[in-house]
């Protein structure tokens, strides 16, 4: 394929700003839409824009699955121009060019739905606001709407869902987000000290603490030239498939509660927890806040801890693979799960999914496998995938991600005796490379995780970048409720169970 | 002697739902709350305040003490094994079903007087479900008027017995059964719905009374208690030979009542509940069983 982009890997850098060639506009349409219509196997991970020498410059960063690179070009934005939206073409972009428009006035021609995606106004036109905010409507005498949240019944974040139903059924579903918006990116360009930057980077979304805070760290270390040693590197991924393996079980547990199992949802819950304790035991902290700093490791694994670990994991894997064994042959609960919430693979595609609402429509992407960083590189990872896209397939990811992230720590565990390393303290001082970026990928429990950060020429961080896997995956849940029974809602929302923080930044 | 059925009535509501919690804190391994627990709630919300919400009228305030009245005059016409119940008459069952179905009216409207969309929802579910509920009730005690004569509760009871007769047998079988199953649609648990969930577009009855609170709320727990109690009592009625004096009758509704809440917590513990949509086909299967009764006594009587 020719045209003209930057080829840059996974965690690695820094480059050079300057490096990222500048499209004229219908240049940089055409090479989008040729890129990722020829080829499934790229996605894009973030398509953003950054104030760079006074202009707006449009980034947009393609994932390309077969050879392990990112694709990077970009193009300059003047003021009321008009441009041609490429959603018409790939609906995967339709976020990324309303989160542009909001956030830097572009204007786009041809976008189904420029509506704002975090504010609850427009910034360009401020008399719309959420009050009377244009929700999408079908007309009809039979239909009703259902509105629920912003506030909603159990402990959980807020966001706005809007039914369209038809008695039970469910003709369109909406979802409008933003009431978490923080404003972590420009917090990330605005605090002074490194540390508060990796304490931000755990907060974007609270059960992704590890998956974040690693893109986080790999980002610094590439921009700083400096790179983990492979102690380091397995401990971290070891803290990951802890993460993954506590939010799976988490979640089997609170799919079993929808739909009123109480036997799974009690053995899950306390399984669960043994794995928290786990990462508590080592770091300190259940969710792993803390445990990952650039550069080093406050918490080093000791022998002691290492062994506790791999006893925890055989001895939860056995548990739950005991409960599921239940849970998936009770056949009141698979007529609850199969054939609910649908997604086939090629809405998946469409969509931009990422991460396990991905795999479990068969669609494979793993950021692990294609874009390997820290130690999964040496490490065997096999990429689980379900072919349906039901409720249950997206039970059953979970049941056997949890069996694969054990035998990967196993796995990691072997090859950490075998690195018998000092690991150094984290180094928060280490100098950044001037006009230079740097993007790093990691494969959170939900998904690709992706941060990207540019810095000035004094060497400071001048514009950050994240984006969650929930940003694609919201409009997974969307399409999946179609349909459906409204009852039906929040078991597919859970099966998916997004964040909302992690979407509203 | 009559009060004296009703009172074990009301003690037995009492016991019940925390019977239930425990039964399934038990299987979860769970510590639990005490027996006590739905007790303590409404003693707290018997002492707290009352919200309105703007958009409500009188009937959202006046429908809980209606609805729990309805059942304690349903309640009045039960028997307890030989000794009769406080109020009867010819044709009483009828008069039962729809003063338990006036009360269900009054909690439908006063969820529609909210204005919810939610509480629309529930109310729509409640009306449909407790509608396919019906005929079993009917067919049920109709079958037992045939066999017996009466068209009183305190008759059809006093007259019923179980004996060594094999269709008596399969009758009362049958009768449990669809008393059992009618129990779990009337007093909104799994696999019908699930008192303990937080998600309202899921719920049929607790979406209900999403907006009463303190006073109006505790109402309407009390009668859903008494609700479960009156089912445990009718099938103890079905299954005690009246003969019996009332040391064993007593111990037998104990054991009955236990037996019930035991069976509830375990299905509570151990399947999920149903997709709203095979809810009809679950109820109406119950009308068809009884429907098996009815047809068991015609060819009887022939």
Redesign the interface.
Same mark, same amino acid.
């Not at chain 1, 929808?258 to 036997?263: E, G, I, N, W």
């Not at chain 1, 029974?485 to 078991?491: T, V, W």
């Given at each position: 394929m020719k045209g003209s982009y930057i080829e840059i890997e996974n965690n690695s850098g820094p480059y050079r700003i300057d490096d990222i060639p500048v499209l004229p506009y219908s240049d940089f349409y055409n090479q989008t839409i040729t890129f990722m219509r020829e080829r499934d196997s790229i996605h894009c991970v973030a398509y953003f824009g950054i104030k760079y020498q006074n202009r707006i410059r449009i980034i947009c960063l393609l994932a390309d699955d077969t050879n392990g690179k990112i694709y990077g070009y970009s193009f300059i934005y003047n003021d009321n121009e008009t441009l041609d939206s490429v959603t018409k073409v790939l609906p995967q972009m339709h976020l990324f060019e309303r989160e542009v428009h909001e956030n830097f006035g572009v204007r786009y021609s041809g976008h189904p739905w420029l509506k704002p995606v975090r504010y609850s106004y427009d910034r360009l036109n401020t008399d719309q606001v959420i009050e009377n905010y244009p929700f999408y409507r079908i007309e009809g005498e039979e239909l009703? *709407? $259902? /509105?629920?949240g912003p506030v909603h019944? /159990?402990v959980i974040e807020p966001g706005h869902f809007r039914f369209i139903c038809h008695g *039970?059924k469910v003709f369109h579903l909406e979802i409008q987000l933003g009431y978490q918006h923080r404003g972590v990116e420009n917090l990330m360009v605005q605090s002074v000290k490194p540390l508060q930057k990796c304490i931000l980077a755990e907060s974007v979304a609270g059960d992704t603490v590890i998956g974040h805070t690693i893109a986080h760290a790999q980002l610094i270390e590439s921009l700083a030239g400096i790179k983990a040693g492979s102690r380091l590197q397995i401990e971290r991924c070891i803290a990951l498939e802890l993460e993954r393996i506590a939010v799976h079980i988490g979640d089997t547990a609170a799919l079993?509660g929808?739909?009123?199992? %109480? +036997?799974g %949802?009690? $053995?899950c819950e306390?399984l669960r927890t043994s794995v928290i304790n786990t990462t508590q035991l080592w770091c300190g902290n259940r969710f792993g806040k803390g445990l990952i700093r650039p550069g080093g490791s406050n918490y080093p694994l000791n022998a002691e801890t290492a062994k506790k670990i791999s006893e925890m994991i055989s001895d939860t894997g056995r548990r739950f693979e005991d409960i599921t064994e239940r849970i998936f042959s +009770?056949t009141? +609960?698979m007529?609850?799960f199969e054939d609910?919430g649908t997604v086939t693979a090629l809405q998946a595609k469409k969509a931009g999914a990422t991460g396990m609402a991905a795999r479990s429509s068969g669609v494979a992407r793993d950021i692990r496998v294609t874009h390997p960083f820290q130690y999964y590189q040496k490490v065997n990872v096999n990429t689980i995938i379900q072919q349906k896209g039901d409720v249950l397939s997206r039970a059953l990811q979970r049941k056997e991600e949890v069996k694969e992230s054990i035998r990967i720590i196993n796995q990691l565990l072997v090859v950490w005796q075998e690195n018998p390393e000092n690991i150094s303290k984290p180094r928060y001082d280490v100098p950044l490379k001037p006009d230079s970026f740097s993007v790093s990928l990691s494969e959170g429990w939900r998904g690709e995780i992706c941060h990207a950060a540019f810095t000035s020429g004094d060497g400071k961080i001048m514009s950050y970048k994240i984006k969650d896997p929930s940003f694609h995956n919201w409009l997974m849940l969307a399409l999946a409720v179609r349909n459906q *029974?409204?009852?039906?809602?929040? +078991?597919c929302n859970k099966s998916f169970n997004l964040s909302y923080c992690g979407h509203d930044l | 002697m009559r009060l004296l059925g009703f009172l074990f009535l009301i003690v037995s509501a009492l016991l019940i739902p925390g019977f239930i919690l425990r039964i399934k804190s038990i299987a979860a391994g769970r510590k639990g709350p005490g027996i006590w627990q739905p007790y303590r709630d409404i003693a707290i919300l018997f002492a707290k305040g009352q919200v309105f919400s703007n958009t409500t009228g009188l009937i959202f305030q006046i429908a809980p003490a209606i609805n729990l009245s309805c059942i304690i005059a349903a309640a009045m016409l039960l028997p307890f094994g030989r000794y009769g119940s406080l109020i009867s008459f010819d044709g009483d069952f009828v008069y039962f079903l729809y003063i338990l179905a006036l009360g269900r009216f009054f909690s439908i409207i006063s969820a529609l007087d909210t204005g919810s969309s939610f509480e629309g929802m529930g109310a729509s579910r409640e009306a449909l479900f407790s509608m396919l509920a019906e005929p079993a009730f009917f067919i049920l005690f109709a079958a037992l008027a045939i066999v017996t004569g009466h068209t009183s509760f305190s008759g059809i009871f006093s007259e019923y017995t179980i004996s060594g007769d094999h269709n008596i047998l399969i009758m009362t079988l049958i009768g449990v059964f669809v008393l059992f199953q009618s129990s779990l649609v009337e007093t909104c648990r799994v696999p019908v719905d699930d008192p303990k969930t937080h998600l309202e577009l899921t719920m049929i009855h607790e979406v209900m009374i999403l907006d009463n609170s303190g006073f109006d709320k505790a109402l309407i727990h009390i009668a859903t208690y008494l609700k479960q109690a009156m089912y445990g009592l009718l099938i103890y009625n079905l299954i005690t030979p009246f003969k019996l004096n009332l040391v064993f009758q007593i111990i037998i509704f104990v054991l009955v009542q236990a037996l019930y809440a035991i069976t509830a917590g375990l299905i509570e513990s151990f399947r999920a509940r149903n997709k709203m949509n095979r809810n009809p086909k679950f109820i109406l299967t119950i009308s068809a069983v009884a429907w098996i009764a009815f047809v068991i006594i015609l060819i009887l009587k022939k």
């Open positions: 009703h *709407e $259902v /509105g629920v019944a /159990g *039970e079993c929808d739909v009123a199992y %109480q +036997l %949802q009690a $053995v306390a +009770l009141s +609960l007529a609850r609910i *029974e409204i009852s039906d809602f929040p +078991l | -």
